[in-house]
């Protein structure tokens, strides 16, 4: 290896680090996990120093024998969470989540009295719970010193970012998801900005993904034993570097992402906005746009019932006891953390519907499988009726390592679903965002084609989807059903 190249993918519960050749080879990755805080129900934090101090034990498990080709580095990193430092570059307050609810009422504040034609003007969505300008107006309403001392403005990636750089930095993919930034024009929206009494001062320079916003500080590259100069690249928001790192770069290609939370990811040449902002209208890391939907509940809801609930941790002999696929008569609304797309609704929770006296474990973690599909399969048909045509998707997270919910997303969707080679997500993506920094690819597509390879592909069934089609029909009128008792709960 003459050259390498570290993917940081700052997830929620821990760090995955990746080191890619110039040929575009995995050659190893490291994993550092770290608390998540639910200080009160519907909220979620974490300490941003625990993201650099398990990012630099990981460095150095990662580095270890190829130091000296360390060459560029970059990031995909959870998107949304609310950094805000001092004066004097001190953490002001423990970061606060993608997956916090708190902000409801500053979302009927912003969606309501400033209006959504606004917001959807001004920035190209509405407000949901977890982008970063409610919780903004939160913090100003219920921490007022702590909001007086705001100095800088983050998202968690590029946090990271400054604590290796010492430069202020964000890129335009991960500044999408705050609400203050005007993807259409890929600008800061000063608007946005007044509504939420801060500066554009406050906020990062705003980089594309794949562009050098400097390099490592002479005590980190002291520190890992790396070479004086090494390049750090902007980076992106996890999902538009796990579609880079899964090839959904070209214009109309769709990623699916089973992970702790669930998303659709579809790849546009141009800005658009569907009519009821039920989608969210980003910036890729290509330089080019995307729509996403994104569920807060995806394989955590797995978690959350075999865990939690059955105390079991053998997830492949639990789907044993799953049953015949299309049949199944109980139903899972897969809602633990309130929902983003398409509904867009905090109150929001999860539900079982349907079970029997004859209903077993089996059906249950089939009806969960299949509400999560489902779930996703709400955002799909918004992108289908504001006339996209997709015919397959890419899927990556750690659900997608289920060969089982594989078929059951393919039958669902009524999509061919394709799984690649090296599946790294949003630490592959980085790391090809860091190849295009250093010059080893022209573009993002190119390192993109060059890289990615299709491991295997299910292609949908169609007595089985017409199966599907029945139960998701019966799905979408139980979230309708419950949601007026939602706010009482």
Not at 199 to 210: F, G, P, R, W
Request: aromatic share 8%; proline share 4%; net charge negative.
């Amino acid at each position: 290896m003459e050259k390498g190249f570290i993917g940081i993918d700052l997830g929620t519960s821990a760090v995955k680090l990746l080191l890619l050749d110039e040929a575009g080879n995995v050659i190893r990755t490291v994993s550092e996990e770290y608390p998540l805080s639910f200080p009160k129900p519907g909220w979620s934090e974490q300490n941003p120093e625990d993201w650099f101090e398990k990012t630099m034990k990981g460095l150095t498990r990662l580095v270890h024998g190829y130091e000296d080709k360390i060459t560029g580095i970059s990031f995909g990193g959870q998107m949304h969470g609310l950094v805000v430092l001092d004066d004097r570059d001190r953490v002001i307050r423990p970061a606060i989540l993608w997956n916090d609810g708190r902000t409801s009422e500053e979302c009927e504040y912003l969606n309501g009295e400033i209006g959504r034609d606004v917001l959807s003007h001004e920035t190209g969505n509405i407000a949901f719970a977890g982008f970063t300008a409610p919780k903004l107006l939160w913090m100003k309403k219920n921490e007022p010193e702590f909001f007086a001392r705001i100095d800088k403005i983050m998202l968690p990636k590029d946090y990271l970012a400054y604590r290796m750089t010492g430069v202020h930095a964000t890129d335009a993919s991960d500044a999408s998801g705050m609400l203050l930034f005007d993807v259409r024009n890929r600008k800061w929206s000063d608007r946005m900005c007044e509504i939420c009494s801060i500066s554009t001062d406050q906020l990062a320079k705003v980089y594309e993904s794949y562009e050098v916003i400097g390099s490592l500080r002479p005590d980190i590259t002291a520190a890992l034993g790396l070479p004086n100069e090494v390049r750090v690249i902007a980076g992106a928001g996890d999902n538009a570097a796990a579609a880079v790192g899964t090839g959904t770069v070209g214009n109309g290609d769709c990623n699916i992402s089973l992970g702790t939370s669930g998303t659709i990811f579809i790849a546009a040449d141009s800005f658009s906005v569907d009519q009821r902002n039920a989608l969210h209208s980003f910036a890729h890391a290509t330089g080019r746009y995307h729509l996403m939907g994104c569920m807060l509940s995806a394989a955590s809801c797995n978690k959350w019932w075999m865990e939690d609930i059955l105390n079991n941790s053998d997830m492949v002999k639990a789907q044993k006891e799953i049953g015949e696929l299309g049949r199944n008569h109980v139903y899972f609304l897969p809602y633990l953390m309130g929902e983003r797309s398409p509904h867009n609704d905090p109150d929001a929770r999860a539900a079982f519907v349907g079970m029997s006296m004859d209903s077993t474990r089996g059906d249950m973690l089939q009806a969960v499988f299949e509400g999560v599909a489902f779930g996703l399969r709400d955002s799909l048909e918004v992108a289908r009726s504001a006339g996209l045509e997709i015919h397959k998707t890419k899927i990556c997270g750690g659900g997608a390592k289920s060969p089982l919910w594989r078929k059951i997303v393919a039958n669902v969707m009524n999509l061919s679903v394709e799984t690649v080679e090296a599946e790294e997500g949003p630490a592959m993506g980085g790391a090809l965002l860091a190849a295009v920094g250093c010059g080893i690819y022209p573009d993002v597509r190119t390192a993109a084609d060059a890289v990615v390879r299709i491991s295997g592909t299910e292609v949908p069934d169609p007595a089985l989807v017409a199966l599907y089609e029945e139960r998701y029909r019966i799905f979408r009128k139980i979230y309708p059903a419950l949601r007026p008792i939602y706010g009482e709960l």
